[in-house]
């Protein structure tokens, strides 16, 4: 095989680039609904789906294409990602224009009336986030597929843990770049700009692939198990993601939606049964009697649920704790957060370096030890924390005390463990792949994380307001509405008590990934 460097650099680039779109919507969705005219009582509900629609269609979309890479060849259908991508976005950008009006007459026809253009305008734009979501999402499979392919497994490592960590940097950094555009320009300006750049990719891709050789799979597409997978992947995901909060009795006082969850498990159920008696699977559960492959299914998903504990936490501390009235809140929580991020980002990479040197085992393992380190610190927050994490960043005085520095350090050690896990415990399992299988066990690394990612959202984002009821009522019990400083004092320590044991939940999580971790062989 020619030129793996180079097409891995070039196939890195719109890795990066759809990851960052992953995350870029939440930093301009209140800029699109003020700009469409989108009424606020009706509309938001609606203009959420431009994340939770991207989401679902990503992890589908990581399935479908994934397999059809193995079978169709990874160069083709590369490409075919970077069109569907360039298309999204396209739509995406021109959905005030052509896109809502597309959607009005259809609206017109199916319903009668006149529907509300500046919601068949925000529909445009859902429609186009879930295009693009079907190009992005699968690029980050198939590139790690494509990865396999052009290294031996003893030299995958590396590789796929430089794709780990430009995928991750993508959606770390995409919140803070849309924040930083929406300040200079129009939202649309951030999709426009995709499109000669994706252009451009796609040149460079033509280019690098040149006279690559690769293998297909001759066995036929698993239509049924790509239903079963997707009816699985959207009822999870919509589960997890909280249900509807506008029906009394919708939820289970979990965050959890119980009807769609119960509906997705049922499918998952279907979807095992069926792969397990078909000829040609979607995907060949046998690879799941290898002790790497099904101890690293699972650390994933506790990879994914622990780093959701980082990312709930720290927003949550410092808006009630310490920002409560400077405004400044989001601001700081985001700058905390590079130092979980940035480090989590970052240290993918080694994590592939040391993988390729000291195995599976011992990588994961130190990764998990440090992170075990940055966790227990982060259950020793202080309610002064909050506040001297406020001064600094708004008024860039140190302030006296370690306090500021032990959260930095508690949360960069975090990121730093996680990042080192990304790559051993995705190598593993797409090393534990055939050939002809490759696309789809990548797809099953990402989704497993984003799973458990989900999970640790909707848990823990409903522990942490729930907790924060009992705790701040419990403190309060007595204390008379006129007494504003004993009001403060009982709110911080509730913030305080509440991120830390959420602390300890991650944790807890973390140490019980040490169980499959040990599991895991040095090397298959």
Known sequence: ???????????????????????????????????????????????????????LAYAVSMTFMGRISDLWGRRRVYLLCLIIFFLGSWWVAASPGAPAEIAYRIARLVAGGRPDRSLMALYGLIFGRVVQAFGAGAMVPVSMALAADLFPPERRALPLGLIGAVDTAGWVLGHLYGGIMVQFFAWPVLFWINLPLIALMFALTLWAFRGLAESRSRAPMDWIGVLWVTLALTGV??????????????????????????????????????????????????????RNTSASSVLNLIIGFCLMAGLVSVPLFINLAGAQDSGQGALVSGYLLSAFTIPLA????????????????????????????????????????????????????????????????????????LGLTIAPIGTAVINGAGEGGRGIAAAAVIILRLIGMSLSVSLLTTYGLRRTTEISTELLQGVPLTDGARIVEAMLDTVTRVTSEMAWIAFAAAAAGLIPAILLHKKD
């Open 1 to 55: 095989m020619k030129r793996p460097g180079l097409i891995l650099a070039v196939i890195c680039l719109p890795v990066f680039l759809g990851a960052l779109d992953l995350t870029i919507i939440s930093a301009v969705l209140p800029a699109v609904v003020a700009d469409l005219d989108v009424p606020l009582q009706t509309g938001l509900d609606e203009a959420a789906w431009a994340v939770t629609a991207y989401l």
């Open 237 to 290: 995901n919509l589960g997890l993601a909280a249900g509807d909060t506008g029906s009394a009795g919708s939820q289970t006082g979990m965050g959890i939606s119980p009807l769609p969850l119960a509906l997705g498990l049922l499918a998952f159920a279907a979807f095992i049964l069926h792969e397990l008696r078909t000829p040609h699977p979607l995907l060949d559960l046998r690879l799941y009697q290898k």
């Open 346 to 417: 970052a240290s993918a990479l080694p994590g592939g370096a040391l993988t390729g040197k000291i195995g599976y085992r011992l990588t994961t393992l130190l990764g998990l030890a440090v992170a075990l380190a940055g966790f227990g610190l982060m259950t020793q927050w202080q309610p002064e924390m909050a506040a001297q994490a406020v001064a600094l960043f708004t008024s860039g005085a140190w302030p006296e005390g370690t306090g500021v520095l032990r959260m930095v350090t508690g949360l960069a050690l975090a990121g730093i463990g």
